[in-house]
């Protein structure tokens, strides 16, 4: 059928050439863009999909930034750090050669002090002029803030918390056991000596200690009547039966145990023969009073060897040890006739041991020590319910959650409370913001006023403190030992955060950019193998297409034919 009004052939035509055109734009914006979804109608969920990946490598690429700017911060205190930790080691140097005032000068002392003095105060500009992108880190700007008054707590570091929404955080301290000392003791010594009579010895023991029962003396008298003991005024008088011509030494302890006063033993056997006349012995003298001794005494600090000779007290004895405590780690004191061995510290460190390397015969020292070695237990807490570890008289808890330090008073059982409220370095190192990908880290000051310990603060080190060289090196020496642990312990802390957390979370956070770029490009770039087989193939077809429409459109002509005819 031939019609001219309408040429069918022709439209067929068009609408196949507009396919192929359109097919062309797409294949041509594929190859220019290189993306497969340049619009939404390519692939409405690949292009939903390929968006939220590449908000999710935007946030990731963000936090590797931030991980990468938290590292430096950290870097830049440790630098600090480094520098303070120097200037410590040179005070502690400076507080061991001024010790040695037997060969120094005062005026030599005075330099040291000087120097002592300038150390300090380079430590607490250092603290007060670090800076990182204009801001101070080491001035305690970056600590924890908290509230609530708990007397019984000597230290608190909060190292890091996670504050979550509310921007706070309630902290309970449940004490079940107190920290302990190491302890040792020697109970009060009996009286004990020896008299010899008829050639056998007899050994005295005083059924009671006592210090009253020191140096008495031991008569002999004869008289008729049964062999029996009186005890009067620090003398016992033992009266044997002038009748009784083979007295035995069970007799004689008989006598002695019914007095009450002391118990006598004899290793000997056989009679006492020819008792005519009185006789005198010599006095017993080991009430509270020890034989010859020599023993070892050890603590946390190291040893020390005492020698004593008899007659020698426990007063004695300890004021002995404690001369030397800060050497061993362990002081002794005198209580109800008991002598005491105590470890200065607390804790499972602290202990205590006691070796009798010689003693008299007659000696029960080593017989009345409790034990030869004691060590001291640690304090143990809960921690807003987790079950925190014990060094001492600190507590410690780590966990995702909190990680803090708290020292509380020696032996102390009071239950803490107190509110985190706020402070520490908030750093976001994770793409989502929220506390999962936050990290919170708390940086003390570290002057002169904050650095130290339980033996004091680092400013008291400073000319006409109560702890300078000229006054009191020792104690100068045990406050820097402290502060440097504190700022070592500091370093410590930023280093693991470094490693464990910063640079871990950048390598993972850079291998998850991988993947979700992998699983972006997989559904948005373009193949560009398949879009240029695709780019042809609409060539062909437009050019094709064209050819026919031009073909279509001359058909109606055909009509011309039979109107000619």
């Given at each position: 059928m031939s019609r001219i009004n309408t040429n069918v052939s022709s439209l067929i035509a068009q609408t196949n050439l507009g396919r192929s055109n359109s097919q062309l734009q797409v294949a041509l914006t594929?190859?220019?863009t290189g993306l497969r979804i340049n619009s939404g109608k390519d692939d409405p969920a690949g292009l939903i999909a390929s968006e939220n990946l590449r908000r999710d490598i935007t946030a990731a690429d963000r936090a590797i930034s931030n991980s990468e700017r938290a590292n430096q911060l950290i870097a830049t205190a440790d630098s600090?750090?480094?520098?303070?930790?120097n200037l410590l080691n040179d005070i502690r140097g400076l507080a061991t050669e001024a010790a040695n005032s037997g060969v120094l000068s005062t005026e030599q002392i005075a330099a040291n002090q000087l120097e002592v003095d300038s150390s300090l105060d380079a430590i607490d500009r250092i603290a007060s002029v670090t800076t990182f992108q204009g801001r101070k880190i080491l001035d305690g700007s970056l600590d924890f803030t908290t509230s609530g008054s708990n007397p019984s707590i000597?230290?608190?570091?909060?190292?890091?918390?996670?504050?979550?929404?509310?921007?706070?955080?309630a902290v309970a301290v449940d004490i079940t056991a107190a920290?302990?000392?190491a302890s040792l003791n020697v109970a009060a010594l009996a009286s004990k000596g020896q008299f010899t009579l008829g050639g056998q010895t007899f050994t005295l023991t005083a059924a009671v200690a006592g210090e009253a029962l020191n140096n008495v003396r031991v008569d002999v008298t004869t008289s008729a009547g049964a062999t029996n003991v009186t005890y009067a005024a620090g003398v016992l008088t033992l009266d044997l039966d002038v009748a009784d011509a083979a007295i035995t030494a069970a007799t004689i302890n008989a006598a002695f145990l019914a007095n009450g006063t002391f118990t006598s033993t004899n290793a000997g056997a056989g009679t006492i023969n020819g008792v005519t006349t009185p006789a005198l012995t010599t006095g017993i003298t080991t009430a509270?009073?020890?034989?010859?001794?020599?023993?070892?005494?050890?603590?946390?600090?190291?040893?020390?060897v005492f020698s004593f000779d008899g007659g020698a007290t426990y007063a004695q004895v300890a004021s002995a040890v404690n001369l030397v405590?800060?050497?061993?780690?362990?002081?002794?004191?005198?209580?109800?006739?008991?002598?005491?061995?105590?470890?200065?510290?607390?804790?499972?460190?602290?202990?205590?041991?006691a070796e009798i390397i010689s003693e008299a015969s007659l000696g029960t020292f080593a017989a009345n020590l409790s034990a030869t070695s004691d060590s001291g237990t640690d304090i143990a807490a809960t921690i807003n319910g987790f079950t925190a570890s014990g060094n001492g008289n600190t507590i410690?808890?780590?966990?995702?959650?909190?990680?803090?330090?708290?020292?509380v008073t020696d032996a102390s059982t009071t239950d803490l409370a107190f509110n985190i409220t706020g402070g520490g370095a908030l750093f976001q190192i994770g793409p989502n913001v929220n506390s999962g990908g936050q990290?919170?880290?708390?940086?003390?000051?570290?002057?002169?006023?904050?650095?130290g310990g339980t033996s004091g603060r680092l400013y008291e080190l400073k000319a006409g403190g109560d702890k300078d060289l000229n006054s009191d090196p020792t104690s100068a020496a045990l406050v820097v030992d402290q502060a440097i642990t504190k700022v070592t312990g500091l370093r410590g802390r930023f280093g693991a955060f470094q490693h464990a957390t910063l640079e871990t979370n950048i390598a993972s956070l850079k291998d998850t950019i991988i993947n979700l770029t992998d699983a972006q490009s997989a559904i948005r770039d373009a193949d560009f193998a398949k879009e240029s087989a695709a780019l042809t193939r609409a060539q062909i077809l437009v050019q094709s297409g064209t050819a026919v429409l031009q073909i279509s459109n001359q058909s109606p002509q055909q009509v011309l034919a039979l109107l000619r005819g």
């Amino acid at each position: 059928m031939s019609r001219i009004n309408t040429n069918v052939s022709s439209l067929i035509a068009q609408t196949n050439l507009g396919r192929s055109n359109s097919q062309l734009q797409v294949a041509l914006t594929r190859l220019s863009t290189g993306l497969r979804i340049n619009s939404g109608k390519d692939d409405p969920a690949g292009l939903i999909a390929s968006e939220n990946l590449r908000r999710d490598i935007t946030a990731a690429d963000r936090a590797i930034s931030n991980s990468e700017r938290a590292n430096q911060l950290i870097a830049t205190a440790d630098s600090a750090l480094s520098q303070i930790s120097n200037l410590l080691n040179d005070i502690r140097g400076l507080a061991t050669e001024a010790a040695n005032s037997g060969v120094l000068s005062t005026e030599q002392i005075a330099a040291n002090q000087l120097e002592v003095d300038s150390s300090l105060d380079a430590i607490d500009r250092i603290a007060s002029v670090t800076t990182f992108q204009g801001r101070k880190i080491l001035d305690g700007s970056l600590d924890f803030t908290t509230s609530g008054s708990n007397p019984s707590i000597s230290n608190l570091q909060i190292n890091a918390a996670s504050l979550g929404t509310a921007g706070s955080v309630a902290v309970a301290v449940d004490i079940t056991a107190a920290a302990t000392q190491a302890s040792l003791n020697v109970a009060a010594l009996a009286s004990k000596g020896q008299f010899t009579l008829g050639g056998q010895t007899f050994t005295l023991t005083a059924a009671v200690a006592g210090e009253a029962l020191n140096n008495v003396r031991v008569d002999v008298t004869t008289s008729a009547g049964a062999t029996n003991v009186t005890y009067a005024a620090g003398v016992l008088t033992l009266d044997l039966d002038v009748a009784d011509a083979a007295i035995t030494a069970a007799t004689i302890n008989a006598a002695f145990l019914a007095n009450g006063t002391f118990t006598s033993t004899n290793a000997g056997a056989g009679t006492i023969n020819g008792v005519t006349t009185p006789a005198l012995t010599t006095g017993i003298t080991t009430a509270n009073t020890i034989q010859d001794l020599t023993f070892q005494l050890s603590g946390s600090q190291g040893a020390q060897v005492f020698s004593f000779d008899g007659g020698a007290t426990y007063a004695q004895v300890a004021s002995a040890v404690n001369l030397v405590s800060d050497a061993t780690g362990v002081s002794a004191s005198v209580a109800s006739g008991v002598l005491t061995f105590t470890s200065t510290q607390y804790g499972s460190d602290a202990e205590v041991r006691a070796e009798i390397i010689s003693e008299a015969s007659l000696g029960t020292f080593a017989a009345n020590l409790s034990a030869t070695s004691d060590s001291g237990t640690d304090i143990a807490a809960t921690i807003n319910g987790f079950t925190a570890s014990g060094n001492g008289n600190t507590i410690s808890l780590n966990n995702s959650a909190l990680n803090l330090d708290i020292t509380v008073t020696d032996a102390s059982t009071t239950d803490l409370a107190f509110n985190i409220t706020g402070g520490g370095a908030l750093f976001q190192i994770g793409p989502n913001v929220n506390s999962g990908g936050q990290s919170r880290i708390g940086i003390g000051a570290v002057n002169t006023g904050k650095l130290g310990g339980t033996s004091g603060r680092l400013y008291e080190l400073k000319a006409g403190g109560d702890k300078d060289l000229n006054s009191d090196p020792t104690s100068a020496a045990l406050v820097v030992d402290q502060a440097i642990t504190k700022v070592t312990g500091l370093r410590g802390r930023f280093g693991a955060f470094q490693h464990a957390t910063l640079e871990t979370n950048i390598a993972s956070l850079k291998d998850t950019i991988i993947n979700l770029t992998d699983a972006q490009s997989a559904i948005r770039d373009a193949d560009f193998a398949k879009e240029s087989a695709a780019l042809t193939r609409a060539q062909i077809l437009v050019q094709s297409g064209t050819a026919v429409l031009q073909i279509s459109n001359q058909s109606p002509q055909q009509v011309l034919a039979l109107l000619r005819g």
